[in-house]
């Protein structure tokens, strides 16, 4: 308690010099109304930047949560549109007498290890076996495809990227159903090659390309990209077309692992026409 008085004498003077300037400030403010508004303002900007600083932080470490709940819903959300659905005639006189039912599940994923600059590039979910990850599923984004599951352990999966040598994907023209195959030849990993589009097809710069639905895997109608360029040489009978990515995989962070629910009976459908 001594030492308080001692540094209050000390430092009477400029104790005092401050409350006077308090009392000054408060007095000009109570009787000039553009000073009074004034400091008003400048008070409200103070406190207003001051919660916008403290949100922003607030908001700052609670990214990751809020990113996976944004994660799950959009799974759910993915599961309720009607590609993911499979429709059912229940009886072959009443056209109308229809039911829909779930054909693809969607499960997200983040990613924890990416690559794009390689001749074959892979990258790890944080996800596996034990949360229903499984090989040869589907792998997509927002923005369009990712790849295909290529290995799967308890509780973690790898990921063939859509950049790499050996990956193939059925692929369609929007506009016209047109099928082709998209593969990836290396060096830009905005870019893929669309493969096996037939001569006498119309196409355009800016042409849309998505998936064909003929694979067990994807889904139809997902977005792949669309055509940046194209050339016919003489005497090929298919076009060599580069086509853009819709996915930019520099920049991914979650994605969503696709279930087809149907894929065993598919499978066996398709094992027994080669019997």
Do not use: C
Request: hydrophobic share 40%; no cysteine; proline share 1%.
């Amino acid at each position: 308690m001594r030492q308080l008085f001692v540094f209050l004498l000390k430092y009477y003077f400029f104790f005092l010099f401050l409350l006077l300037e308090i009392i000054a400030f408060i007095l000009i403010a109570n009787n000039f109304n553009y000073q009074g508004a004034r400091v008003l303002n400048t008070a409200n900007e103070l406190t207003g930047k001051t919660y916008q600083t403290y949100n922003n932080i607030f908001d700052y470490f609670n990214l990751k949560e809020n990113n996976k709940i944004l994660a799950e819903e959009n799974a759910r959300l993915h599961a309720m549109i009607e590609q993911s659905y499979v429709k059912f005639s229940n009886n072959e006189i009443f056209v109308n007498d229809t039911t829909y039912k779930l054909q693809y599940k969607y499960i997200d994923a983040k990613i924890i290890s990416n690559s794009t600059g390689k001749r074959n590039n892979y990258m790890m979910l944080n996800k596996g076996f034990n949360q229903g990850i499984r090989n040869n599923m589907a792998v997509v984004s927002p923005n369009g495809i990712v790849g295909i599951v290529s290995g799967v352990s308890a509780n973690f999966s790898s990921v063939m990227s859509l950049l790499h040598s050996e990956i193939k994907i059925s692929a369609k023209l929007k506009k016209n159903n047109a099928s082709g195959t998209i593969a990836w030849e290396g060096g830009d990993y905005k870019r893929g090659a669309l493969i096996d589009i037939p001569s006498h097809i119309k196409i355009r710069t800016g042409d849309t390309v998505i998936t064909s639905g003929f694979s067990l895997d994807f889904p139809e109608g997902i977005m792949i990209g669309t055509i940046a360029n194209y050339k016919l040489n003489p005497g090929d009978n298919f076009f060599k077309i580069k086509i853009n990515y819709s996915t930019d995989f520099n920049k991914l962070d979650y994605v969503y692992v696709i279930k087809n629910l149907f894929k065993d009976e598919q499978l066996k459908l398709k094992e027994s026409q080669h019997e």
